[in-house]
């Protein structure tokens, strides 16, 4: 069965960096896109970043354009989400997320918890 | 990337039919045929429910329906249960790619 795992996720500073991690299993990694969704606390989703399963067509959401960046290992089935100058409205619960191939997300993982604080 | 527009509440009691509403514009709802809509209990992740306007995943319940006018979208629950209590999310992809409403909580009085 699809399993999607997330970690990676603690509490840093402003300013800081953090890189998040997805381990995937239970389905054909190369053939699919990934995404990074995440929530602040009680408020909505929010999609972040995408990454084709090519690796080369990646897209963000503008409020981390610049400052966040996507990348994939194929041999490894795995999905990272590097975070630079995090800002205290990065503070959210991270999802790591499968595109059905029809730019729905069929399959999460549980989530992880990033706070951005001093 | 504005969010979708989604009204915050809305119940109905058991057996009953409720429709949830997802208000875009021509840039994400009205431009594609790509408008999903999940459902996320607290606490969870959230699921698909449904996608590409009205298709449901494998193992999801018929009595969620999807349709969708113009710029607006919207979610169908018929036949109310105790456990359709929670949040759902409807999400498009267009020009600005993914762009997510904010949510709205049934109840089921």
């Known amino acids: 069965q699809v399993q999607l795992v997330d970690s990676g996720g603690g509490v840093v500073q402003p300013g800081g960096s953090l890189r998040l991690s997805c381990a995937a299993s239970g389905f054909t990694f190369t053939n699919y896109g990934m995404h990074w969704v995440r929530q602040a606390p009680g408020k909505g989703l929010e999609w972040v970043a995408f990454?084709?399963?090519?690796?080369?067509?990646?897209h963000y959401a503008d409020s981390v354009k610049g400052r966040f960046t996507i990348s994939r290992d194929n041999s490894k089935n795995t999905l990272d989400l590097q975070m630079n100058s995090l800002r205290a409205e990065d503070t959210a619960v991270y999802y790591c997320?499968?595109?059905?191939?029809?730019?729905?997300?069929?399959?999460w993982g549980q989530g992880t918890l990033v706070t951005v604080s001093s | 990337q504005s969010a979708l527009t989604q009204p915050a509440s809305v119940s109905g009691s058991p057996g009953q039919s409720i429709t949830i509403s997802c208000t875009g514009s021509s840039s994400d709802v009205g431009s594609y045929d790509l408008v999903s809509w999940y459902q996320q209990h607290p606490g969870k992740a959230p699921k698909l429910i449904i996608y590409e306007v009205y298709k449901r995943p494998s193992g999801v319940s018929n009595r969620f329906s999807g349709s969708k006018s113009g710029n607006t979208a919207s979610l169908t629950i018929s036949g109310l249960q105790a456990d359709d209590e929670t949040d759902y999310y409807c999400c498009a992809f267009g020009r600005t790619y993914w762009v997510f409403g904010g949510g709205t909580k049934l109840t089921v009085l």
């Open positions: 990454i084709r399963n090519g690796k080369s067509d990646k």
């Open positions: 997320a499968k595109d059905n191939s029809g730019w729905a997300f069929d399959y």
